[in-house]
């Protein structure tokens, strides 16, 4: 199938594009790398009046550090693709973490050309960055007509593929602490075949100096569970209680004894095995 | 009664400069067959799943079917028929041929363009590796097993080369 | 004196050849239909039914595009397809080109619409309104057999297409069978997903008077009867052309109503129409495969022999009868090879061909084998666990043996050759089962579960004119033609009307031509699926074409080179007596002739002809049928060592091995090719691919993110050893191989993910055997079991 007609716009500024859409009245959409609007507006299953491509914007690409109230954080520019971060081709504060997780999103010739921004504001629950964003504990910066606001990554998903996102707003990028030498890190992600999206996934991050301690089940029907205070459970399930991860699960609206109880719960179990292995 | 958008558009194909008039619906693998005639990008799907459409743009392989025309701006694309008189390709041509790695021959352009990178990106891939790297690249005759040979093979006459050019 | 060339088995049959046509697709030149460019040509989109049953009140042509919109109302004369079979108590089905006053699946075309580019064509499809009145949908084939179920056929009073019975009386054999296993067993729909879709450009040539179609199909000659029987035309003013095809498992051996919508459209616009499938439209609206359910019983003595099968399958046909394979070919071969390579004294099976609001189902690589394979196979490993032995000692008991060749079974097929037990053991051995029952009992680190899989099978393939009219299916093959011709420098033109669409047939044609000619293959040129010059064929389907084709190129061959012997001792003033043949030609005492000497002497100097020189020159027409028409039986065991991960239900194939038995190989690096392929399909089948319709009807899996296809990732570095056991009777021994490797790799898989389960309590008696699949039947067998402890 081809996508419907629409008209396409290639502002040079994030005042240009937010204007844009808000002209645009809903039926305006931002274009990152098209990666999974391409197959949605293929189908008509989205049919926006234009786009928007954010590509052209200079302030979305690339990373910046920065040193506020004595935290040390790095700016990802919406527009950085996947493979860039799978390369290491931007400031990784993650220590690894966000590299590992971009070598799994779909196919390379995929990550090529997705956009960190362009997936947050997909809003896909099984996609990768949305959860990886919200365990690590990242802020993604928004700019509307308003001005700029952020945005607790943990706080994103609205629902599936409802972002915390205006029609007239656009993903500036997404902020991250530096982590610690002292982070350990993991993200198990089980789908069906390779690049497909996940059914499951899993996620720590543990950061002494941050005092993080975070926990993730994604790959729900709507926005992940962020177990904000993962301590307790990490340790029960790395003492080989997987029990111990029943009211989380319950939590994040795992009916028990369903497949998708069984296969997050495997998820999270190895997650935390992961993560004692890194230790 | 075609009232429908068009924009202008600048590009390279092919190392060729190339100025049109498109529909920003217009995808770049459509661009490609239908407007600048260039039907060796083959379409698989339009779902941005299958591979087979795989060109680079500025040099990364790049699924043609999910990438509108129009965001190629000032970009350089090349398709599988500027690859004629390219070594790398030359040799995954001749490794294709040799461990039978096509047959009906529809995955074929997309797979090269897949292969390319490998051998130039990944140096060292292992037959994992190499699977990993292939999987967003469908085949539905080979059963990949002479794909993955023939890259593999590629590869290793490129680490005996530059062990013996070291 | 030395023979002018010395290169014959180079290029020969056994030859490893790599293909000729391999370098355009290489350099993107491949010729699909899709890479068509006509002056003035126009795109359609078709306007498909949102609904799987219903009756259409109104069709609505949007303002001011009426022109540009057609319906069954404006094909006016155009024949619906009707695929009968000859088998008594048939039930026909009409499907018109475009859907007339019902709908009977989702997709079902209900207008055509025109315009410069797709895009635009599917804009105003978009706005062609259909008012229905909807009717509930059929959807499960067992159902579908109950009395009260709605009808996808109302005409018919019921939903069954055809209904089997192969009877015997099974008294005695249950009074004396120390063993009997049943198992109730699905296949999933599927979706064959060669990588091209299907795609047509036609267009009205006035010169010749002669409407050309070039159309992504394997059997091109059927398709130009077809088109011609529905459109009204003499098959003289059809011509259809199958270019480069982008594979084709049976997806394109298929008249489609798309094929003769854009045909009468062509003519009616006087310029050239394309319509191009997109994957959406292949996965939701086209023709399927594969649905079977099987309730089968088998019955064994206490040491694992087998006594009877008794089986009650149904096939879900879809909506319509497809042409020219029909609804009912799919059930007729259940009936006829459920036995697989296997002896037994009873034999008993029903088969109901069912209607419902699907697509149509097609044959797809292995047709009802694959099924049939499952099937059988997994009632060998039943027997097995209950005679408690090895699944390979089952079946060792109950294989046809080396010396009964060639053996007609209980349902009547010949199996002409081959030592299916030495198949079995090198597979096991090459699995080297005593390594991975032991790895089984040592258990993994990982907590993963290893498990070992057979299955051994037999597949008839190039089977003609009696089989085929047995099956009652409409196109009935007969001799196979083949047109052979010299050009005035030696080239040699092959026509043959068989197909290829990633078979190499290129090539191995040629290595045919080799063989007999000595001619090298560069000078060979293979033309094919062209109506307008080849020789009228049923095409490519059915593991056929090496065989057929093949054969029928070795039979012109010789007799060209004996036309060419003569001539060429006359020109060496030899008696043909006193020459022979040597690597592209004729070598006499005092000289030779080679094939282009000789062709140009034909051509350009025929003054230097003998007298009495053949009146019919370098041109061979002929035709080809084997001694027995009843097929080749190549054969093959599949064995797969799988880990399976309990915990999320997902299984890895840790190894797996062929071992195969294709009679004389013409090019092994193809039949490698072709083994590996059919096994990699085989894989989707067992793990992955699956159509699924929701109760009302609609299809779940409209892209290749929902229907999974295996990638490089899902498939293993399969092994192949072959044997090579000649077919008695092909031309060279040859045997048709080309579907084997999809018929099984489904049940080897089935047995080893079963194998790692058994001591959990645990069998899937469903394919794909998904996560989900594996995840539920343990977690109800830990449910059982704690309630059955509570209880104890």
Redesign the interface.
């Known amino acids: ?8 716009a ?1 502002p040079a500024s994030g005042d240009e594009a937010v204007a844009l859409l808000a002209a645009g009245a809903g039926m305006a959409k931002a ?1 990152g790398g ?2 999974s609007l ?2 949605m ?3 008509r299953l989205a049919q926006p009046d234009s ?1 928007v ?1 954010l ?1 052209a914007i200079a302030e979305l690409r690339g990373c910046r550090r920065d040193t506020a109230g004595g935290v040390e954080t790095v700016l990802i520019g919406a527009c950085t693709t996947h ?1 860039d971060i799978e390369d290491g081709r931007f400031d990784d504060p993650s220590r690894g973490f966000l590299p590992r997780v971009a070598a799994g999103i ?5 990550r ?2 997705g956009t960190v921004g362009g997936s947050l504001a997909h809003a896909d629950p099984a996609a990768d960055w949305v959860n990886a964003m919200a365990v690590a504990g990242a802020d993604i910066l928004v700019q509307g007509p308003a001005g700029r606001r952020t945005v607790a990554a943990a706080d994103w998903l609205q629902g599936a593929f409802t972002p915390a996102l205006a029609e007239d707003e656009i993903v500036l990028g997404v902020r991250l602490a530096q982590w610690s030498a002292a982070a350990r890190w993991s993200y198990y992600k089980f789908n069906r ?3 497909e999206f996940a059914e499951a996934i899993a996620a720590f991050v543990v950061d002494p100096a941050l005092d993080l301690c975070r926990g993730l089940i994604g790959a729900l029907d709507g926005p992940p569970r962020v177990i904000a205070d993962a301590r307790g459970l990490l340790a029960a399930l790395q003492a080989g209680d997987p029990a111990a991860a029943d009211a989380e699960l319950a939590a994040a609206g795992l009916p028990p004894g369903s497949y998708e109880h069984h296969i997050h719960r495997a998820a999270l179990q190895r997650a935390a095995a992961q993560l004692k292995g890194n230790a | ?2 009232d ?2 068009t ?1 202008p558009l600048a590009l390279t194909v092919n190392g060729r400069e190339v100025s049109a008039v498109v ?5 770049l693998a ?1 661009f490609l ?2 407007q600048q ?16 459409c ?1 060109v680079l ?1 500025d040099g ?4 043609s ?4 025309a ?2 190629c ?1 000032g970009a350089e694309v090349r ?3 500027s ?2 008189e390219d070594e790398t390709m030359a040799e995954l ?1 001749a490794a ?3 461990e ?1 790695a ?8 997309g797979m ?1 363009a ?1 292969a390319r ?1 490998i051998v130039t990106r990944l140096p060292q891939a292992d ?1 994992a590796r ?19 040979r023939a890259i593999g093979r590629v590869l290793e006459a490129r680490r005996q080369r530059n062990l013996v050019e070291a | 004196m030395n023979a002018p060339l010395a290169e014959t088995r180079a290029q020969g049959i056994g030859v490893a050849l ?2 000729k ?10 010729g ?1 239909v ?2 068509i ?1 006509m002056v003035g040509m126009v795109d359609v989109a078709f306007v498909r039914s949102p609904v799987a049953h219903g009756r259409i009140r109104a069709i609505e042509k949007p303002e ?1 595009c009426e022109g540009a919109v057609y319906t069954l109302a404006d094909l006016e004369g155009v024949q619906p397809i009707v695929a009968n079979s000859g088998l008594a108590g048939f039930k026909c089905s009409a499907q018109p080109v475009l859907a007339g006053d019902k709908v009977r699946q989702v997709g079902e075309m209900i207008a055509m619409c025109v315009a ?2 797709r ?2 064509a599917e804009d105003i499809a978009a706005q062609v309104f259909v008012d229905f009145d909807e009717l509930p949908a059929v959807v499960d084939m067992l159902a579908a057999r109950r009395a009260g179920s709605a009808l996808v056929h109302e005409e018919w009073g019921d939903n069954v297409f055809l209904e089997t019975f192969i009877d015997a009386d099974l008294d005695d054999i249950r009074s004396k069978a120390a063993i009997k296993v049943s198992r109730k067993l699905r296949t999933a729909r599927q979706s064959m ?4 879709g299907r795609g047509v450009v036609a267009h009205w040539d006035h010169r010749l008077g002669q409407l050309i179609v070039y159309t992504s199909a394997q059997m091109p000659h059927i398709n130009r009867t077809g088109i011609a029987g529905c459109l009204g035309l003499d098959e003289g003013q059809v011509r259809v052309v199958a270019p ?6 049976g997806y394109k051996g298929i008249l489609l109503p798309e094929e003769v919508c854009v045909a009468w459209l062509a003519i009616k616009l006087g310029r050239p129409v394309r319509w191009l499938e ?3 439209e292949q996965l939701t609206a086209n023709a399927n495969c594969r649905e079977h359910d099987y309730d089968i019983t088998a019955y064994a003595d206490g040491d694992g022999r087998l006594l009877a099968v008794d089986c009650e399958a149904t096939v879900d046909s879809g909506a319509y009868s497809s042409y020219p394979f029909s609804a009912c070919l799919e059930a007729a071969q259940v009936g006829s090879i459920l036995p697989g390579p296997y002896k037994m004294e009873k034999y008993r099976c029903r088969t109901w061909s069912v209607a419902t609001n699907k697509p149509p189902i097609l044959p797809y690589r292995g047709v009802a084998r694959t099924g049939v394979c499952y099937a059988i196979e997994t009632v060998m490993d039943a027997i097995a666990v209950q005679a408690g032995l090895e699944p390979w000692e089952v079946r060792m008991r109950n294989l046809v043996l080396p010396q009964e060749m060639p053996y007609d079974n209980i349902t009547r097929k010949h199996f002409d050759s081959g030592d299916y037990p030495e198949c079995l053991r090198r597979a096991v051995e090459a699995i080297a089962l005593p390594a991975v029952r032991e790895r089984q009992r040592r258990g993994e680190a990982d907590g993963r579960r290893i498990g070992v899989g057979l299955a051994i099978f037999c597949e008839q393939g190039a089977h003609g004119t009696s089989v085929y009219h047995g099956w009652g299916i409409p196109m009935v093959p007969g001799r196979e033609p083949v047109t052979l011709r010299l050009t005035p420098d030696g080239v040699l033109e092959i026509r043959a009307g068989v197909h290829s ?4 047939m290129e090539t191995t044609l040629a290595q045919i031509a080799h063989e007999v000619l000595g001619i090298a293959i560069d000078k060979v040129r293979v033309l094919l699926g062209d109506t307008g010059i080849t020789p009228y064929s049923t095409g490519t389907w059915g593991s056929r074409s090496i065989v057929m084709a093949g054969s029928a190129v070795g039979v012109a061959c010789k007799e060209l080179k004996a036309r060419l012997i003569k001539i060429g001792a006359h020109l060496l003033k030899d008696e043909p007596a006193m020459v022979t043949w040597q690597a592209g030609a004729v070598v006499g005492p005092h000289g030779w002739k080679r094939i282009a000497d000789i062709a140009r002497t034909w051509y350009l100097q025929p003054q230097l002809l003998p007298a009495d020189v053949d009146p019919r020159g370098l041109e061979v027409s002929t035709t080809y049928q084997a001694r027995r028409d009843s097929g080749t039986f190549s054969y093959a065991c599949h064995a797969v060592v799988v880990a399976v991960d309990t915990a999320l239900g997902k299984v890895e194939l840790l190894d797996y091995v062929v071992v195969e038995d294709g009679g004389v190989l013409i090019n092994p ?2 039949v ?2 072709q083994v ?6 085989g894989i989707g089948t067992a793990l992955y691919e699956e159509m699924r319709y929701s109760e009302d009807g609609q299809p779940l899996a409209s ?3 929902d229907y999974i ?1 295996p ?3 899902e ?1 293993p ?2 092994r192949i050893e072959h044997m090579e056991t000649p077919a008695p009777y092909t031309e060279f021994g040859q045997k048709g191989i080309g579907e084997s ?1 999809a018929i099984g790799s489904p049940a080897a898989i089935a047995n080893a993910v079963n194998d790692a389960l058994r001591p959990l309590g645990v069998e899937i008696n469903q394919l794909p055997i998904t996560p989900r699949a594996i995840v539920e039947a343990l977690a109800a067998a830990s449910a059982a079991s704690a309630t059955q402890g509570r209880n104890a």
């Open positions: 199938m081809k996508a419907a007609a629409f008209d396409y290639r274009l098209g990666q391409g197959p507006m293929n189908l786009l491509d590509r493979a779909a196919y390379r010739a995929v090529n050309r075949k390779t690049g | 009664m075609n429908k958008p924009s529909e920003p619906r217009t995808h459509d067959r239908e005639l260039l039907t060796g990008t083959n379409i698989g799907c339009e779902q941005g799943v299958c591979g087979a795989t743009v990364v392989p790049t699924r079917c999910i990438t509108w129009v965001s701006q398709t599988i028929e690859f004629d041509r294709f041929t040799a039978h096509l047959q009906c021959g529809y995955c074929t352009p090269l897949t990178d037959e190499i699977r990993l790297e292939l999987s967003g690249n469908l085949c539905r005759c080979t059963g990949y097993v002479g794909l993955v | 790599p293909r046509e391999d370098d355009r697709f290489m350099r993107g030149r491949g699909y899709g890479n460019r001011g410069d580019n895009a635009a997903a060669p990588m091209e480069d095809v982008g594979g084709g498992f997109d994957r959406r669409h990633g078979q190499g690096l193809v490698d090719g590996y392929g059919g096994a990699a399909q892209t290749l993110a296809l990638g490089a990732t498939v570095a399969i490797g």
